[in-house]
């Protein structure tokens, strides 16, 4: 059990450039998540996957972004043109029951 | 509208001494609440959880009290040491029916020698 992986760790973009993280779940895990958490605050939910599925998006995820899980496994997250409001940390979680195992994330700056 | 809230941002205790972090919510739907430890450039590692049909509940020297009446819980931890110091935050989820888990904005612990 290696955990759950967050690529890349780091990434500086420009305004108006879009940008892609990878999450890799815990294997068997059939529930995953995206939260984002900015300087001084919590993880504040974006969407959660069941499966492939994707069934619940926060109204913080704007139409700049997306996110997918093909074959239910790992998942993707894309910003589309990047405005330096987006910089913030995004954490990837996943889940079978009730205990969500987190990341270490991907921190993102838009200069 | 922070539904879970820390009103500590910082606690210092010595080592050795009872650390006691706290907790407010105000959504009644939860009854799922769990306590997560951040170090710096690492992710949130889970901690202790709490279902709302108990009201205390124990891991070694970790323990979640839960007080629906009072929307409040809170967690010791005896004794202290100095690998406790991190950002804890507290989660709440049952709202919903996929867990998504509402935080509080954390409270910094630094457990000195």
């Known amino acids: 059990d290696t955990g759950v992986s967050q690529n890349p760790r780091h990434k500086i973009t420009k305004r108006g450039q879009n940008v892609t993280f990878r999450c890799d779940p815990i294997?068997?895990?059939?529930?995953l998540y995206w939260y984002r958490q900015t300087l001084g605050q919590g993880p504040e939910f974006l969407t959660y996957?069941?499966?492939?599925?994707?069934?619940?998006k926060s109204r913080l995820l704007s139409d700049r972004f997306s996110a997918e899980r093909p074959k239910g496994s790992f998942s993707t997250l894309e910003i589309q043109r990047t405005e330096q409001g987006d910089s913030a940390m995004y954490l990837c979680?996943?889940?079978?029951?009730?205990?969500?195992?987190f990341g270490a994330g991907t921190r993102l700056s838009v200069l | 509208d922070q539904q879970v809230k820390q009103n500590s941002p910082s606690l210092s205790v010595q080592e050795g001494r009872i650390s006691i972090l706290n907790c407010d919510y105000t959504?009644?739907?939860?009854?799922?609440f769990l306590w997560y430890k951040k170090y710096p450039a690492e992710g949130p590692t889970f901690l202790i959880s709490?279902?709302?049909?108990?009201d205390k509940n124990e891991d070694g020297r970790f323990t979640v009290f839960l007080n629906k009446s009072a929307k409040h819980l809170s967690l010791h931890i005896v004794p202290s040491q100095p690998g406790d110091s991190a950002v804890y935050f507290c989660?709440?989820?049952?709202?919903?029916?996929?867990?998504?888990?509402?935080f509080g904005t954390g409270t910094r612990l630094l457990v000195s020698p």
């Open positions: 979680a996943s889940s079978w029951g009730d205990i969500q195992y």
């Open positions: 294997s068997e895990h059939n529930r």
């Open positions: 996957f069941q499966n492939e599925a994707q069934l619940e």
């Open positions: 959504n009644s739907m939860f009854d799922y």
């Open positions: 709490i279902s709302s049909i108990k």
């Open positions: 989660a709440a989820s049952g709202d919903t029916g996929f867990q998504k888990l509402v």
